[in-house]
């Protein structure tokens, strides 16, 4: 199966598609004005369980350093603009995405 990831910092949703077909969409928080998350593909390279911090439950790092999708101990701050960059999710969304996508998975980040 081929899985492939779009974020729409617009609608500050994510958007996990399998074999080109939408399977589900979560509400995530982006990155503040001053911080923002940067648009481009980048492609999952680790998962880190429990990464501690703000982090939540998962880390899932991005091909670009310093950049990830993670959980949030934090769960009024989905849907807004809080983050240094990273996307955030509730915990429970990004264990599911965790168990669920391959490392490799290329996420698209776009400003629509």
């Not at 849907?79 to 168990?99: K, T």
Request: with cysteine; net charge positive.
């Amino acid at each position: 199966m081929t899985y492939r990831i779009t974020v729409s910092l617009r609608n500050r949703l994510l958007s996990l598609y399998r074999n080109g077909s939408l399977v589900r969409t979560y509400p995530v928080g982006i990155g503040k004005a001053l911080t923002p998350t940067p648009a481009g593909t980048f492609y999952i390279i680790n998962k880190v369980p429990n990464p501690g911090g703000p982090f939540g439950a998962m880390w899932l790092g991005l091909s670009r350093p310093h950049y990830g999708i993670h959980g949030t101990n934090n769960p009024g701050s989905i849907g807004s603009q809080v983050s240094h960059g990273c996307i955030r999710m509730y915990n429970q969304d990004v264990l599911n995405l965790a168990l669920t996508i391959p490392l490799g998975t290329p996420v698209t980040i776009t400003a629509g």
